[in-house]
């Protein structure tokens, strides 16, 4: 049960922005929000991840919603690199590391 | 900073053989845990250790067992090998702490390959 939802696959143009969609309706309090992408023949590589505000780092941004039931990935201007399987985790943090992977969301970039 | 190694990168067994993978974590890291990732599907928890001692179990039968030594690098076994067993297997490292979420670092993993 990876407990979140996301869709199968999205397109996006280069160089334009790219919002990944992610639903965690029943989330918990102390739940945080973890993104990771799998880029072909690769092991997964963190991106972002935040508890109740939204999160800017150098690789994408994270708005989480006001009722935490859902959130998005935000990648500013898309590039070929970042055609990947994005995958959107609940981990209850504390040192757990029992991240629930589901299938993710297979992005393709179009040049 | 060194990632996350693992070794070797490919191997093919027989069905019914012994399996042993490993892991260096990444400078710093003190858990380790491991995943297996089949064809096409996200990848899924098999366990955690930290301190040399396993703290953390997914869905995976015994014959699946592990090893961290005082380095914090890591071995994964798997006894008495099935088909199903072919994956690639990752293994991520991270500095654990009572109130902190750290992500995880992944290694590119082990593609194992029963037949």
């Known amino acids: 049960d990876a407990k979140t939802t996301q869709p199968n696959s999205m397109e996006s143009n280069e160089e334009e922005p790219v919002h990944l969609p992610c639903n965690h309706s029943t989330i918990s309090g102390t739940d945080y929000i973890h993104w990771y992408r799998q880029l072909p023949s690769q092991g997964p590589e963190y991106v972002i991840h935040g508890l109740t505000s939204n999160v800017n780092n150098r690789m994408a941004s994270l708005a989480i919603a006001e009722d935490r039931k859902s959130s998005t990935l935000i990648l500013h201007r898309a590039t070929l690199r970042d055609a990947a399987v994005y995958y959107c985790?609940?981990?209850?943090?504390?040192?757990?590391?029992?991240?629930?992977f589901g299938k993710g969301t297979k992005l393709s970039v179009i040049p | 900073e060194t990632g996350v190694t693992q070794s070797p990168t490919h191997l093919i067994k027989t069905r019914g053989q012994q399996v042993t993978l490993r892991c260096s974590s990444q400078s710093g890291h003190n858990t380790v845990s491991w995943y297996q990732q089949a064809l096409g599907q996200g990848p899924q928890f098999i366990f955690q250790y930290y301190r040399e001692e396993e703290n953390g179990r997914g869905n995976f039968p015994p014959r699946f067992s592990g090893l961290q030594f005082p380095n914090y690098s890591s071995e994964l076994n798997v006894n008495a090998l099935e088909l199903d067993d072919s994956a690639l297997y990752l293994c991520?490292?991270?500095?654990?702490?009572?109130?902190?979420?750290?992500?995880?670092?992944f290694g590119n993993g082990t593609r194992l390959t029963v037949t």
């Open positions: 985790i609940r981990n209850s943090g504390a040192g757990s590391y029992q991240l629930t």
């Open positions: 991520a490292s991270s500095q654990t702490g009572l109130l902190t979420n750290s992500p995880l670092h």
